[in-house]
């Protein structure tokens, strides 16, 4: 997936300069999970009242947090796989990854060649990846109905290869602290999704929403779709088996994700096919809230 691929497009595409914005979380415990994201991550606690909290990098809130009482993780069911944090560089990510270490947090590097990354969970099972972009190292593409990972030099990889941290760890300087914050430029990049059909949320995020298809394979029983031609805001994956049932109301996990457009004409074309389509949608002070097929919640806003 890049910038170069053919997008599937319908008649009408999702403002280029859409981007996602907050992901609100349902937690069990709201004091391990603020001691999480701040500590081991290096998130800023913005403000917290009563049960809720919101984190960031300084500027708005990139992760809310609510506590509920008597909640369970449950498996097989849809929902989140992960969200993304975008470092501005390698720099960054690699002081993320090194914190990660210094305090043995278990996480995964991972090179998917055009972009440097580490997955791992939170306290409660919620998936977490922190990445940069590296296009310069090469592309990830769709093709014959399989993902293809190619270097720079033309030669292939399977996109999941061990990342070198010793290689990312020298961009590290000096006078680099590991237990400073988040730089002020991170932001949310991407989500990625548990869905009950790939094909039925493709018609849900690109039928109606309007996001392109930068990729979809029946074989690896995934999607994904951006706006503007990145290679992907939005993963669908039905790895937990189609037609798998979404969570029950006390299931922790994801509550809603935010997708933010530049400006309200932009919005209300989102909001007229939302609407022609018959789908319900709640106005909220965060935005309208609606639900997907597989009940994911997804917030538009004007960002």
């Given at each position: 997936?890049?910038?170069?691929?053919?997008?599937?497009?319908?008649?009408?595409?999702?403002?280029?300069?859409?981007?996602?914005?907050?992901?609100?979380?349902?937690?069990?415990?709201?004091?391990?999970?603020?001691?999480?994201?701040?500590?081991?991550?290096?998130?800023?606690?913005?403000?917290?009242?009563g049960n809720r909290a919101g984190l960031g990098a300084g500027g708005a809130d990139l992760l809310l947090l609510t506590e509920e009482a008597n909640l369970k993780r449950y498996r097989?069911?849809?929902?989140?796989?992960?969200?993304?944090?975008?470092?501005?560089?390698?720099?960054?990510?690699?002081?993320?990854?090194?914190?990660?270490?210094?305090?043995?947090?278990?996480?995964?590097?991972?090179?998917?060649?055009?972009?440097?990354?580490?997955?791992?969970?939170?306290?409660?099972?919620n998936g977490i990846e922190l990445y940069c972009e590296s296009p310069e190292d090469g592309t990830f593409i769709i093709e014959n109905d399989d993902f293809v990972t190619r270097r720079a030099d033309g030669s292939w990889s399977d996109g999941r290869e061990p990342l070198d941290v010793e290689a990312l760890f020298s961009h590290l300087k000096e006078e680099d602290r590991l237990d400073d914050p988040l730089p002020a430029e991170t932001r949310v990049g991407h989500v990625h999704l548990h869905v009950r059909n790939v094909q039925e949320a493709v018609d849900f995020y690109h039928g109606i929403i309007g996001f392109d298809v930068m990729g979809n394979s029946s074989s690896f029983k995934a999607a994904f779709i951006s706006a503007g031609g990145y290679h992907h805001h939005l993963g669908l994956n039905a790895w937990k088996g189609e037609g798998a049932p979404p969570p029950p109301a006390d299931a922790v996990g994801l509550r809603h994700f935010t997708v933010e457009l530049p400006n309200q004409q932009a919005l209300d074309e989102v909001v007229k096919r939302i609407d022609d389509a018959g789908i319900p949608s709640n106005k909220t002070d965060n935005g309208l809230l609606l639900y997907d097929p597989s009940q994911n919640g997804v917030v538009l806003k004007v960002g």
């Open positions: 997936m890049n910038a170069q691929t053919n997008a599937a497009k319908t008649e009408f595409s999702i403002h280029p300069a859409t981007k996602l914005g907050l992901v609100s979380l349902t937690v069990a415990n709201l004091e391990n999970q603020i001691q999480f994201y701040t500590q081991a991550l290096g998130f800023k606690l913005h403000w917290r009242e097989g069911v849809t929902g989140l796989y992960h969200f993304a944090v975008l470092f501005p560089n390698r720099r960054e990510l690699a002081r993320a990854v090194a914190r990660l270490s210094v305090l043995k947090y278990r996480n995964y590097p991972t090179d998917h060649i055009m972009t440097k990354t580490t997955y791992l969970d939170d306290p409660e099972g």
